[in-house]
């Protein structure tokens, strides 16, 4: 059992049924030139998720536990783009438009896909998914409960939509998910913080709340003891 200091209270979880949730780690988002700055969008208030998102991931397959990533997006023919979402606000450059990383949102172009420091690894599921929560239209609950996975360990962005949302959907789900703060960012500061509290309060009516370094610190010394991690196996 691995524990880990948070808040509302301290998130126990076993390696073997939890899964580390990287969502959204998109260059359409971190990077200039994609979808997030098309809605006017500071994109560099994002990558500071980047670093310490890495060494959780790292730190997670080290401990041999079951990684999978969401990317937001579209088919090519972008059949499953309701209008609304490609309608709403004043955007300059729209979704399935040609824009610096190739078309917005559209799966196959070079800024909807995962940016390098975060890329999936062999044996790491991608889910596509059309929305911003990554339990609608995607097979993600499937691919979780085939896994026999329980508890969640989220990272990604942002934190208010993607994150938020998704949580939300795993909670109603039945697991136990906690977001780790600095592994999670928004383009507007204020949001990042009040998304956080919003999670944590009411005795964690989402979820759990904790950061980087605690993680580490509770998969360390809980992966010492699970057969993968004596085994060396990453
Ligand atoms: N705009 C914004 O903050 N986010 C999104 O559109 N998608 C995700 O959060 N992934």
Known sequence: MARVDAEPYEFEFEVGTTALMMIDFQRDFVYPGG????LGNDTSLLLKAV???????????????????TREGHRPDLSDLPPAKLHRGSAPIRIGEVGAMGRLLVRGSYGHDIVDELAPIEGEPVVD??????????????????KGIRQLVICGVTTEV???????????RGYDAVVLSDCVASYFPEF??????????????VGWVSDSE???KGLAAAAGSTPAAAAGRS
């Open 214 to 216: 605690r993680f580490l």
């Open 35 to 38: 979808f997030g700055e098309s």
């Open 51 to 69: 670093p310490p998102a890495k060494r959780v991931l790292e730190a997670c397959r080290a401990a041999g536990m079951f990684v999978i990533h």
């Open 192 to 205: 990042q913080r009040v998304a956080l509290e919003m999670i944590k309060a009411q005795g964690g009516i």
């Open 162 to 172: 993607c994150v938020n949302t998704s949580m939300r959907e795993a909670n109603d």
């Open 129 to 146: 998914k059309p929305g911003k929560g990554a339990f609608y239209a995607t097979d993600l609950d499937a691919i979780l409960k085939m």
